[in-house]
């Protein structure tokens, strides 16, 4: 999950077989080849036959296109989606706990409401908040709380579409 | 009828044209050794598992279909390994079967359980555990279908010891349903006409063959289409043979082909690495640029627009940056651009590349290969020089890894595509003589000789009685210096001539071993020695194994240090 220093981030889509052993494939040829990912998510498709696998990874034009190729390579890969080539949205879901008393529910509500959060569990001291979007909205929920005190995060990891054709 | 999963596996075999297994049984298989009897399929019995996979690996190099291995689970399946990561990283089509424990045992920590498709994975094309003796048929279709097709290699396929028992009706599927398989062999017209324009400009054209052209069956349209075009050759090691580096006349008299190179790279030869260096146009053909090819990467051919013909996308602008990429079979890409060449013939051909061939010409002869043999003591060189000269290049020859390899290499000339067979990806010392056994099996009358070390042979030293005991008269040859030889070179030029553990002074008798093993045994310790030594082995139809007590510190040139660029060559 390191950063790499050269390159930015870009996200791929990969259709693979719903099959065991296959993830670690996809993962065991980026920690193999050097390439690195900064997340990941899979789950079955609408056909329970394959499943669609959500990463981001790092590094230069020609890095992309090798990993591109060599996903392609494998044999339970059945189509990459490289999302460099085309328009697409990409939405990540965080459940973010916060502590939560007298003097700060009230902020924490506000901030909820401005990113159209839901606040999913109540305790007498902590919100467990959940909110989608893409990088930049989760990452300034995460800011503002982050000065409430935030006491634990869970991410999905991105997932990611293509733009429907507008014509 | 129902079969058993174990019978299933033969009858498998049998459709694929499977006619001979290498392998070594165990608790996990024998439910297969059991059938084994009743099936026309023969059987070498190896002594280790390393072997069984390089001997299925030199049979499939050999022969050009898919060789085989049977192996237990645990350190049987392990045991495979370095066999199948040297098949993987040269592309060579096998299909290796392993035992497992029983599927409720899987995860257990059983005994002799090993995860092997976890452990195999980077270094097959595909594996399978195969659950259920539902799956079996289609799998080991799938298994040798991805073996042979697009750019081959190993195929793994784990077999748990409950499956091998279970009974079903047996059916064989008609064809492979793989959605995420479809290698391009089919070249694109667009980038052949591409590649043709950039031939028509180019003046100093240089053709690089790599493995892919051996693999693709493409030596003749190799051939063609550097006559077309009058481009000299040159090939990486996997491709030596591919393209003929001597010539017949009508005579008889064998002589240099002009328009051959030799190999390039780390130890390739002076012309070859000149004309790369110096091309205003490099056509790679099935070759990847590996690092002891390009040297020093921004260094390598950096005045020639480069074409790269290669059925593996990813290995196209993988080290070096094509310009015109051909994805494709090397086969369906030559004869394409032939086609293209001969409707639109290049005018004044032969005018246009005088200058250059004679600059080629100029470089082969100031530093041609070279070596001297003087007084009694034995050249390396010199030995293969005169292995190649008594069987007049008429041998299948595999090579261990290291000097002995290189010197094959570049003394032994190769004019036919699948008669070198050696190592090198992985560069896997002990390659050679289960190699040579597994080329020996399919061609049981051809002469089979394994250029080999002091250091490689006694890493796979155990086969020797599996040559013998299956009456596989394969020769080998050790060039003895006493030294792990091309460690110590480095030794000596980058490391202050520090070696350590690169001498081998304890070794063997090598006379005697064979002759503990039913072989026999020869020795030559002066130079006058070598050629009947070579006589003698050539006309005893048992493998023999020939002891060359060579020059200890002889060193492997030209050399282009780590790093450098090619054209940077330590010259003797």
């Known amino acids: 999950m390191n950063m790499h220093s050269n390159g930015q981030k870009h996200t791929i889509g990969v259709v693979v077989e719903n099959r065991p052993g296959v993830l670690s494939r996809v993962a065991g040829l980026f920690s193999g080849r050097g390439f690195n990912i900064e997340c990941l998510t899979v789950a079955e498709t609408i056909d329970p036959g394959q499943s669609r696998i959500t990463l981001v990874t790092s590094g230069d034009q020609q890095v992309l296109e090798q990993i591109v190729k060599q996903l392609n390579k494998l044999i339970n890969v059945i189509k990459v989606i490289d999302f460099r080539e085309m328009e697409f949205v990409n939405r990540e879901m965080a459940l973010i706990k916060v502590r939560a008393d007298q003097q700060t529910r009230a902020e924490i509500l506000r901030i909820v409401d401005i990113f159209r959060a839901k606040v999913v569990d109540v305790s007498p001291h902590f919100y467990t908040i959940e909110v989608t979007g893409d990088d930049g909205k989760i990452a300034a929920i995460l800011e503002l709380l982050g000065q409430l005190g935030i006491t634990e995060v869970a991410r999905t990891g991105k997932v990611a579409m293509a733009r429907a054709k507008k014509h | ?572």
């Open chain 2, 1 to 572: 009828m129902k079969l058993k999963g174990a019978q299933i596996f033969f009858e498998c075999l049998q459709k694929e044209g499977v006619e001979v297994i290498f392998g070594f049984p165990g608790g996990a298989v024998i439910d297969i050794y059991h059938e084994l009897p009743k099936y026309d399929i023969r059987h070498i019995l190896v002594r280790h598992e390393q072997g069984a996979a390089h001997m299925a690996d030199g049979y499939a190099r050999a022969t050009g279909k898919v060789g085989v291995c049977l192996v237990t689970s645990g350190p049987g399946a392990t045991n495979t390994v370095t066999g199948i990561a040297t098949a993987y990283m040269d592309s060579v089509p096998m299909v290796i079967f392993t035992g497992q424990v029983p599927t409720a045992l899987i995860g257990n920590d059983a005994f002799q359980e090993v995860d092997i498709v976890g452990i195999s994975r980077p270094c097959t094309k595909h594996n399978y555990l195969v659950k259920h003796v539902d799956d079996l048929a289609t799998v080991i279709k799938e298994a040798f279908f991805l073996a042979r097709t697009g750019r081959p290699g190993p195929v793994l396929v784990d077999l748990p010891k409950d499956v091998l028992g279970a009974q079903i009706e047996f059916r064989y599927p008609k064809k492979v349903e793989l959605k995420g398989y479809r290698p391009t062999l089919d070249a694109h017209l667009g980038q052949i006409k591409r590649a043709h324009q950039a031939i028509k400009k180019s003046k100093r054209p240089v053709i690089y063959a790599g493995g892919g052209v051996i693999i693709a069956e493409a030596g003749e349209e190799l051939a063609r289409f550097a006559e077309l075009i009058q481009a000299p050759v040159t090939t990486t090691l996997m491709g030596l043979g591919s393209f003929p580096a001597m010539l017949e006349d009508p005579t008889g008299r064998k002589e240099l082909n002009p328009w051959w190179l030799g190999m390039l790279g780390m130890h390739g030869t002076f012309r070859a690495n000149m004309a790369v260096s110096n091309a205003d146009l490099l056509i790679a053909v099935g070759a990847r640029f590996d690092d002891r090819v390009t040297g020093k990467v921004s260094g390598f051919a950096p005045k020639a627009k480069i074409i790269h013909v290669d059925v593996d996308p990813t290995s196209i602008s993988k080290n070096v940056v094509v310009d015109i990429p051909i994805v494709g079979d090397c086969k369906n890409a030559l004869q394409k651009l032939i086609q293209v060449c001969e409707k639109e013939p290049l005018e004044d051909i032969e005018q246009a590349r005088s200058a250059w061939m004679e600059q080629i010409r100029q470089w082969r002869e100031t530093y041609p290969l070279a070596y001297k043999q003087e007084g009694d003591i034995i050249k390396p060189q010199y030995v293969v020089e005169k292995l190649y000269e008594l069987c007049n290049g008429n041998a299948i020859v595999t090579t261990e890894v290291g000097q002995n390899q290189m010197w094959a290499a570049q003394y032994f000339h190769f004019n036919k595509p699948r008669t070198l067979l050696t190592s090198g990806g992985l560069g896997t010392m002990g390659y050679g003589l289960p190699a040579a056994i597994g080329a020996q099996v399919a061609f049981p009358d051809r002469l089979v000789i394994d250029i080999a070390g002091d250091g490689s042979i006694q890493m796979n030293i155990q086969e020797l009685i599996t040559a013998v005991c299956n009456c596989l008269p394969v020769k080998v040859a050790i060039l003895n210096n006493r030294y792990l030889g091309m460690v110590r070179q480095w030794q000596e030029l980058f490391y202050d001539k520090n070696y350590c553990a690169t001498c081998l002074d304890a070794a063997p008798d090598f006379v005697k071993l064979a002759d503990a093993y039913g072989a026999v045994g020869l020795r030559a310790t002066r130079a006058e020695e070598v050629e009947p030594v070579i006589r003698e082995a050539f006309s005893i139809k048992k493998p023999v194994l020939m002891e060359f007590v060579v020059a200890q510190e002889e060193g492997v040139y030209p050399m282009v240090p780590a790093g450098k660029n090619i054209s940077e060559m330590l010259l003797v």
